[in-house]
Structure formats: structure tokens, C-alpha cells
């Protein structure tokens, strides 16, 4: 059973950081793209960063220059370093393995930037 597992999300601050993990299991995804995505209220979600199998990664203009992803191919796992974090940046983030036809999800966390 394939399995996304996030992690990391929680309350902070604006101009704070969180970084979130996703741990996949129950597939080897070295040779897919992953990526993460979000889902604020009332909005559709959203494609937040991806990151190929070859390290090739894109962002979403409004978090270009803030977010980093990353992956580590060893632990099944992928990344995103936020920071210089927004308000406008509250939403559900969610994991994404990308197959053939289909994407895997994670159950998502939620990221809350508020003072």
C-alpha cells in the first residue's frame, strides 16, 4: 500500500520558516516527479514546487525565491524549506507522487502564518 506521509506544518509567525517533509513508502518514486501543492479556503489547490527525478525543479511565481524543495532519493522523501513566510501562504499542504496517469497524495498538513 503506497503511502505519503507529511509532516512539519504548524502556527507561525509571518516572515518565519517551517520546512515540511513527505515520507512516501510502499513504492520507490527515485524515478518521479514529486511535488507539493496547497489548498487554501474556498481556492482550488494549487501547484506550490515540484522536483523531477534528475533534481529539475519549478515553482510557483509567488513563492519563487522563498521555498526551496528538495528530495532525498535514499529515504523516499521530499522537502520544502519555506520561508520569509506570508499570511497569504495559509493553506493545506499537500505531497504529490507523480506516476503514469496518476498522482499519488498525501493527507496534507496545515500551514498557518498569523500573528
Known amino acids: 500500500q503506497v503511502q505519503l506521509v507529511e509532516s512539519g506544518g504548524g502556527l507561525v509567525q509571518p516572515g518565519g520558516s517551517l520546512r515540511l517533509s513527505c515520507a512516501a513508502s510502499?513504492?520507490?518514486?527515485?524515478?518521479?516527479?514529486m511535488g507539493w501543492y496547497r489548498q487554501a479556503p474556498g481556492k482550488m489547490r494549487e501547484l506550490v514546487a515540484d522536483?523531477?527525478?534528475?533534481?529539475?525543479?519549478r515553482y510557483a511565481f509567488s513563492v519563487k525565491g522563498r521555498f526551496t524543495i528538495s528530495r532525498d532519493n535514499a529515504k523516499n522523501t521530499v522537502y520544502l524549506q519555506m520561508n520569509s513566510l506570508k499570511p497569504e501562504d495559509t493553506a493545506v499542504y499537500y505531497c504529490?507522487?507523480?506516476?503514469?496517469?496518476?498522482?499519488?497524495w498525501g493527507q496534507g498538513t496545515q500551514v498557518t502564518v498569523s500573528s
Open positions: 504529490a507522487a507523480t506516476v503514469p496517469l496518476y498522482n499519488y
Open positions: 510502499g513504492r520507490d518514486f527515485t524515478d518521479n516527479t
Open positions: 522536483i523531477t527525478s534528475r533534481g529539475s525543479t
